[in-house]
């Protein structure tokens, strides 16, 4: 599994809270970027083929990020792909995985086949967004 990029992050929220931030486009808004970047704009379909797009904002650029849905199962698991240009033509997969605690919710992204020179730099960044939903909606 050397080409998955892991995150692991303990949300203060139940599992429903944490899944629906990831499928409502004005929560997406405030934190489906990593610092310093913003989202100038989140759509999604949320059905299985479904799609979504994000556009992120570093400075003057615009960084689209887009993919389908493959797998909703609330509030415990959603899978989409990621496609974005600075990939190329790859189209990865991202799973989300959401368990209870006594506390909230324990948060696993799963980022599969990446190319291994983006693996860095979205380590970084899943770990920048899931601080930044965790701080969104567990204060």
Do not use: N
């Amino acid at each position: 599994m050397s080409d998955v990029v892991r995150v692991e992050r303990d949300v203060a929220a139940p599992p429903e809270d944490v899944f629906d931030a990831w499928t409502d486009p004005e929560s997406m808004r405030v934190w489906l970027a990593p610092e310093p970047l913003s989202i100038g704009r989140a759509e999604c379909d949320v059905r299985v083929g479904g799609a979504f797009r994000v556009v992120m904002i570093d400075g003057e650029a615009a960084l689209e990020h887009y993919g389908k849905y493959v797998e909703i199962d609330r509030p415990h698991r959603l899978v989409f792909t990621w496609c974005a240009s600075h990939l190329g033509d790859v189209t990865t997969t991202v799973r989300v995985l959401l368990e209870p605690t006594a506390s909230g919710t324990r948060m696993v992204i799963e980022h599969h086949d990446l190319p291994a020179e983006a693996r860095s730099s979205h380590q970084h960044g899943w770990s920048s967004i899931a601080s930044r939903l965790a701080d969104h909606i567990g204060g």
